[in-house]
Each structure stands twice: as C-alpha cells, then as structure tokens.
C-alpha cells in the first residue's frame, strides 16, 4: 500500500506541475485527430496515411525514415490479433517464442532475449512500450491486447528516443483515448475447444469539453487442446481477464491529462511438453547412458508414445500457473508557443506464480520446479516537443525507471526422484535418502535504477533532405543478491559409505550459497539519418545507430568465491547497426512499397558460456560477437474500393561471429566446450513472410443503411529455426506456414458485424518450442490446431 500511495503521489505532483504551467496558446497538437485519420485508412489493412509516432511525434508512416510496420486497431480485431504471438504473423522480422509468459523471447532482425536463456538480472533488447510506458518484463506484453488505436514494430535500434534498452527495436502499442462524444460497442466470439471471449467498451463526456471516461473490459476463455494420461483432464487451456479505465481532463485547449488504470489476470495448466523423440546415442555412436527410456524402466513408468501429433502428455504435479498485472499511468501534455511539453508517470506491478512438473513424468520425482517473480517498477518521463513548421524540429527529455524483482526458485524432490534421477551406479539407499522430500530454494532480488537525458533534432537542410540526429545518456546502476538454502530429510542411520554418496548427491543438486552484487554504468548512445524526398512519394534513406543492451547481474547458484570463483556481473552489449531505407507511394497513394537493407555488429553478446578454467563451470556472462544483416520488404495496395491487400517479407542473415566457449548441444559427448563461431544464432528464421488482404461488396441497404459482405485471409511463413543457444539439432523447429480466413457481413453502416473465421486452417503440426533435456527426452510445445468460430461485433 505504501507503494501505491508513493507511486500515486507522484504522478499527481508530475501533472500537477504541468497542470499549474501558464496557458500561453491555444493551438495545441491534433494527434487524435491524425490518428483517427490514419485508423480509418488502415480499417482494411491497406491505405498509406497510417499515423506513427517512432520519432515521439505524430507522423505519416511513409514520411519517416525508420523502417516500421503499423497495424490499426481494425485490422488487428479483423484478423484476430490479440497478442504479441499473432502479430508475428503480421511482420516477418518480429519472433515471439514462448514456453511460458515469463520465459517470452521477443526478437527483431535476430536479436532480442537470447532464445532458452531467461535471467531476472538482465532486460530484453526489444522494447514494450503500452500508452508511453516501457514494460520491463516480457511477461507483462503476454496479455490480451484490445481496444487498440495501433501498434507499431519499430525494427532495428531506437536507442535514442525509446531508449531503455531497445537496441533490437521497439513494439509500441497505443490504446484508444476517450472521447467526448458517446461511443460504445464491443463483440462476442464462440468457437471450438469451448472458446469463449468478450471485448465491450464505453467512452463518453462525464462533463462536456472537461472530462470524458472510457473502460474497456475483455475476457477470453478457451479449454486445453492437450490431453494429460494422468488424469484424463484437458491442458494447455486459457483464461485471461483484463480492464482498463481511462479519464481525459481538458480544463484548456492547450492542456489535457490522460489517467489509465488497468489490471489484469491470467491462469492456465500448462503440461503442455510433448514427447517427440528420445536421445539413446551421442553423435559419435557412444551409448547415451542413463537416457529417459532406462529411466523410465528402472522406475516401473510406461512412457507415452511418441506421436506429437495426438497430443497426449502424462504429468501428475498438477502444472499450472497464475499471473496477474496492474498499472497507474499519467500522461499530462501542456502546449505552449511551438512546442508540446508531455510528462508520463506510470507505476506497475506484475506478479508471476507457476508450479511445474520436475519430471515430466506421471512419477513423484520433481514435485515442484519453478521460479515466480513480483515484479514492481516506477518510471518518469519528461519531454519537450518542438510543433509546426521550422528549420529545425526537435525532441528532447528526461527519463528515470526503477525496478525491484522478488524472485523464488524452488526444486522438490519426492519419492521416486532417486530412480529418476541419480544413476543406477550410486547406492539406492543413499540415493533415496539423499533427494527423497529435498527441496531447494532460491531467492534473489535484483533492483534497478536507470536515469537518462534525451535529444534528437530534425534539421530540413532543403525543403527536401533532412539531417537527424540524436544522443542520449544512460547512467544504470544494478544490485542483487543471491540466497539459497537446502532442507531434507535427516541422513541418520546410513553407513559412513552411504552418507558420503548422499551428500555428494546433495551437492550436485543444490546446497546454501549466498552473494551479493553490484554493478554500475554510463553509456552514450545516438544515432544519425540523411534523408531525401526524392520527390512527393518517394523517400530515401541512410542510418547509423551506435547504442547498448545496458549489463546485470547473473543471480543464480553460481560460484563466487574460491579458486573456481566466476564474476555474476555481466557487462552491457555494444551494438553498431547500419541500415538503407526507401519508401515509395504510387497512384495516389493506392500502392505503396517499401525497402530495408541492415547491418548490425553486437559485441559482449550475453549468453551462456563454459568456462574449463573454473572447474568446467556454466554461467551467464559475456562472449564473442554477434551479426545480423538482411533485407526486408513491405506492400500495401487497393488497386480498387472494394480491395485491400499486403505483403512482407524478411531476409535475416544471423550468427555467431565468435563464440569460442560454448556449452556444447546434448547430441555431442567427449569435449567440455563447442565453438560455435560462424553458426547461426537461435531463434531467428532467414526467411520469413506474411500475406493477406481482404474484399468487400456492398449488397444493399437496411433501415437505410449500408451493408456489405467481405472475405479475407492471411498467409504466413517461416523457414526453420533453433530454439537452444548451444545449436542442438533437437532444437530445431521446421518451417511451417499458417493460413487464417475469415467470412463476414457488416450491416447497417457497420453497426453490427458478424463474422465467421478460421486459425490455422490446414490443422499444421508447428512447434512453438522444441529442446532434448538432460534425460536424452526432446519435448516440444505446440502451437494451436485449427481453430473456427463466430463472432458478433456492434458500436454505437
């Protein structure tokens, strides 16, 4: 509560102060205006005056020099876009892998979380940014996203205006303003596996031209698509629920105050890990010893088959997880003579509550693996906008974001945990002693403070070629600590033999450590952009960014002490990112086209090395260096009123340059360390595309009221990818494509929409995950089957 009333206080004092400023003109920015403007040419997927604000003003998308892809709230409800996970289906060069909500990977152009590897002690690279406020965990974009004005991917580095470690790019999600004039609407959707979900909204004056209200309220149910042996019971269902009021103040027509609350809440069973293979022998023909089947025999347990495709999965720790989120945001603008002054304070809290399957076995062997968070942040934004028409346009602020995480990890062993995990060579009884009722927990609390100063400046050095420049500093400082403890049964009554294996066998798997740390850092990161309006409808392009993935701290069961002692600091990434652009409009605006070439080098890349000269020990920390280079390409065309069509598509070129000290992948037996240097680099497909559109046809009038029919779909493909840093060829998912369609009627004037459509519709057997665990096991996690229903959609 305390935090709370601190958090409230100061957004009240960061608005006030905006609030009390002189009211010195009255010709403020028409940003909602634009917006609406560009919301309808997009409603269909096509159009070119989308409006964007990747230069924290409000822009026509084709006017910008930054590669970027917008997607307007219509099109994201038509094609069904409520997550991050479906708009990759959207933009090729944005990857979302997902085994969980904590462990999201958010990847642009190849670089973002590293794939397989999640850290409380480090932040993502892509950039989640809802109504101005950086999202510091993945696990809080996992949400259900409606009520959207737009979002935009930002691809590439935007280290100077979006800075809190975006040097892979930006994901900006813009929610619909309230408004003065009554509005309100929302749908209802049924489908297969019991699919249920509601999106319903209202805005409108509380008192006229002073203060309007929206809420939004969605929830979204749907029962498992897997089937556990255990139980018979379904998995891998949904539940989500999510709501989020609004105020607008306009005591002027130069100031207006915009107050968002929102919360929500998610829960799932999650035995979602199908069995697709078993290693049995290493790469060079040597017996894989101890694999899953010899375990499995050894503890009396039938294995499922291996068939992914009946999705049939056999736990018995009942897997689950529950996860909740809440929010305060103030976002106060104050326009005085040619300039816009905005003030964004927000306050977040997200907490994250698994329970997992140790084993993933029907045995009582790990009856609980997990690591939940409580997540608390607070950021202030202040900046100052330059408006209308001048030599030179600018941008410039300060930013402040601290953070606390309170993380748990916690290991419990129950009775069959001794024939499951410990070799038949080691005495059973010691064995059994040794793990039987063992549980270990981890606790660390990593706090963050980062603070920043912003500029960017737009200078027109001719009505046609623009010069844009920017800097920004970052001073960050990290610390943490690490506390492990270990309880278990007494050892009493084993022989001095016994007793020595059982606390050897303790030792493997966890016994008390603590540390502490601490790290601190400034850095400068900027960027420069010539373009040139080759003419009205053409523009070019040329950019460098020189930014950084600021560092952490690894807080885990690492070694930190003694002659074995590894450093859990970990240093920031440096990234330098060359990218050439051109973007053209054709036939008033009925096509347009645009292309991207880059090039980005990123040194001190974090991952997980091995390091012989500490006892072979495995740690975060940093390695060599990393490059992605590639192309993409953007359509979007109406060749006719009736038509709107769209078309991306991405090259990405990504590996390791120099990675001498990797772990090697679990196929490969014999040496300590691999060299992957010159391998591609996980969780990146070379190619990938997406495709669609949709047609309408009006069928006449009711009430005196148009009405038409429409039909559309989308394609999206990607070629294969790793899913593990260390390349095992277990972790690679195939390509696959998926094809989505829909069939509708708008009737009065779109006052009522219904609409039948269909995900995945060829039923495609696609991976969201994929890895060979430590028992020779390769589980994946798969992506939804075909899916189908019917929605109802009314505004008013």
């Not at 040619?338 to 907490?351: E, H, K, M």
């Amino acid at each position: 509560m305390k935090r709370i009333l601190r958090a409230t206080t100061l957004a009240l004092i960061g608005t006030t102060a905006l609030a009390a400023m002189p009211v010195l003109a009255e010709d403020g920015a028409a940003a909602a205006d634009e917006a609406a403007a560009g919301e309808a040419n997009v409603a269909r997927g096509g159009g070119a005056d989308i409006i964007v604000t990747a230069r924290r003003r409000n822009e026509r998308i084709q006017d910008v020099p930054v590669a970027a892809n917008a997607f307007g709230g219509e099109q994201l409800a038509a094609t069904r876009t409520y997550n991050l996970r479906d708009l990759q289906q959207l933009t090729p060069s944005l990857v979302v892998t997902q085994t969980n909500p904590r462990n999201t990977s958010i990847n642009i152009r190849g670089l973002g979380n590293n794939v397989s590897v999640y850290n409380d002690g480090l932040e993502p690279a892509v950039g989640v940014y809802v109504d101005q406020v950086y999202l510091a965990r993945p696990g809080q974009a996992v949400f259900d996203l409606s009520d959207v004005e737009r979002i935009e991917v930002l691809r590439g580095p935007q280290g100077t205006l979006f800075g809190k470690n975006t040097s892979a790019g930006a994901v900006v999600v813009t929610t619909k303003s309230p408004t003065f004039e009554p509005e309100a609407g929302g749908d209802i959707t049924v489908g297969n596996y019991n699919f249920r979900q509601l999106h319903a909204y209202a805005s409108g004056a509380l008192v006229d031209d002073l203060l309007a209200a929206r809420i939004y309220v969605s929830k979204t149910d749907r029962d498992g698509y897997m089937t556990n042996r255990d139980d018979g019971d379904d998995t891998q269902d949904y539940h989500d629920f999510g709501l989020r009021g609004q105020l607008l103040f306009t005591p002027s027509s130069n100031f207006k105050l915009r107050l968002i609350g929102d919360y929500g809440r998610q829960h799932s069973k999650t035995s979602a890990s199908v069995l697709t293979g078993v290693i049995t022998r290493y790469d060079n023909g040597t017996v894989f010893a101890n694999n899953y089947y010899d375990r499995a025999a050894r503890a009396g347990y039938t294995p499922v088959a291996v068939d992914p495709g009946a999705r049939i999965v056999d736990t018995n720790a009942n897997p689950r997880y529950k996860m909740n989120q809440w929010g305060l945001n103030s976002i106060a603008e104050l326009s005085i003579p040619g300039n816009t002054i905005t003030s964004v304070t927000a306050y977040r809290a997200w907490n994250w509550y698994p329970h997992n399957d140790g084993d993933s076995t029907s045995l009582d062997a790990g009856t609980d693996f997990h690591q939940s968070n409580e997540q608390r942040q607070f950021s202030q934004e202040l900046r100052i906008a330059s408006e209308g028409t001048r030599k030179v346009d600018y941008v410039a602020g300060l930013y402040y974001l601290w953070q606390s995480i309170d993380a748990e990890s916690l290991n419990a062993y129950g009775r069959d945990a001794a024939a499951w995990f410990v070799a038949p060579s080691v005495n059973s009884a010691a064995a059994a002693a040794a793990l039987n009722g063992y549980t270990i927990t981890g606790r660390s609390r990593p706090v963050t403070n980062s603070y920043a100063a912003f500029g960017q400046a737009i200078w027109h050095v001719t009505p046609t070629i623009d010069f844009t420049g920017g800097l920004r500093y970052t001073y960050e400082t990290k610390t943490g600590y690490f506390d492990q403890t270990a309880t278990g049964a007494s050892l009493d009554g084993l022989t001095a033999a016994q007793l020595t294996a059982a606390n050897t066998i303790r030792g493997r798997y966890g016994v008390a450590n603590y540390y502490s740390a601490s790290t601190s850092e400034g850095r400068l990161s900027g960027g420069a952009t010539l373009s040139w309006k080759v003419t009205p409808d053409s523009l070019i392009y040329a950019t460098y960014a020189h930014g950084h993935k600021f560092g952490g701290l690894n807080l885990a069961n690492i070694t930190t002490t003694g002659a074995f002692a590894a450093d859990p600091v970990i240093k920031p990434e440096t990234i330098d990112s060359y990218e050439l652009g051109l973007k053209t409009a054709w036939f008033g605006n009925m096509l347009t086209a645009n292309l991207a070439a880059f090039w980005t080098d990123d040194a001190d890349y974090q991952t997980t090395v091995v390091d012989v000269d500490r006892n072979n020990l495995s740690y975060f920390t940093n390695v060599g260096k990393v490059r992605t280079r590639g192309f993409e390409g953007d359509l979007r065309a109406n060749p006719a009123p009736w038509l709107s069509l769209y078309a991306s598509g991405a090259y990405t070129d990504a590996k390791y340059v120099s990675y001498a000290d990797a772990p090697c992948p679990i196929e490969i037996t014999g040496q300590t360390t691999c060299d992957l240097s010159g391998r591609r680099l996980p969780g990146v497909s070379k190619w990938a595309a997406s495709a669609g559109g949709e047609a309408h046809a009006g069928v006449g009038s009711v009430l005196g009221r148009d009405s038409e029919v429409y039909a559309g779909g989308d394609y999206s493909y990607r070629s294969n990818f790793y899913t593990t840093a260390s390349l095992s060829r277990y972790s690679q998912i195939p390509a696959f494509s998926l094809v989505n369609a829909r069939l509708g009627v708008r009737a009065l004037d779109g006052l009522v929409d219904i609409q039948v459509w269909g995900r995945n519709l060829t039923n495609k057997l696609y991976y969201l995950s994929l890895a060979a665990g430590t028992t020779g096991a390769i589980a994946g996690t798969l992506g939804d089957p075909r899916t189908y229903g019917v929605t109802v959609k009314t505004k008013f």
